[in-house]
């Protein structure tokens, strides 16, 4: 298994950037895929990045793509997700999430995640 913590969320205006990172801790760090999804009120969890475990290939929502970037230092156990040009849409709880199989990248296909933090983009 993996423990992961989330950082970096934030309250922000409209076309700030922020960069949150997800710290793992435990065995075989490297050997996972890492995802991020985020949550508003009443919604299901929504896929935002993906980076496979040896961070060659990103994967992205198109609500995001060309605005966020997903990244991972697997000798830090950690990984990033840059988000620029943010918008008032980007409201929600982000979550950072690991796979240690192959599969989708939903919400269902992930054993280990983080609490989340919070992240606020004002008009």
């Known amino acids: 298994q993996v423990q992961l913590v989330e950082s970096g969320g934030g309250l922000v205006q409209a076309g700030d950037s922020l960069r949150l990172s997800c710290a793992a801790s435990?065995?075989?760090?490297?050997?996972?895929?890492m995802g991020w999804f985020r949550q508003t009120p009443g919604q299901n969890r929504e896929f935002v990045a993906g980076?496979?475990?040896?961070?060659?290939?990103?994967y992205y929502s198109d609500s995001v793509k060309g605005r966020f970037t997903t990244s991972r230092d697997n000798a830090k156990n950690t990984v990033y997700l840059q988000m620029n040009s943010l918008k008032p849409e980007d409201t929600a709880v982000y979550y950072c999430?690991?796979?240690?199989?192959?599969?989708?990248?939903?919400?269902?296909?992930?054993?280990?995640w983080g609490q989340g933090t919070q992240v606020t983009v004002s008009s």
């Open positions: 980076i496979s475990w040896s961070g060659a290939s990103t």
């Open positions: 435990g065995r075989a760090f490297s050997t996972y895929r």
């Open positions: 999430a690991a796979s240690r199989t192959p599969g989708s990248w939903t919400q269902a296909d992930f054993g280990s």
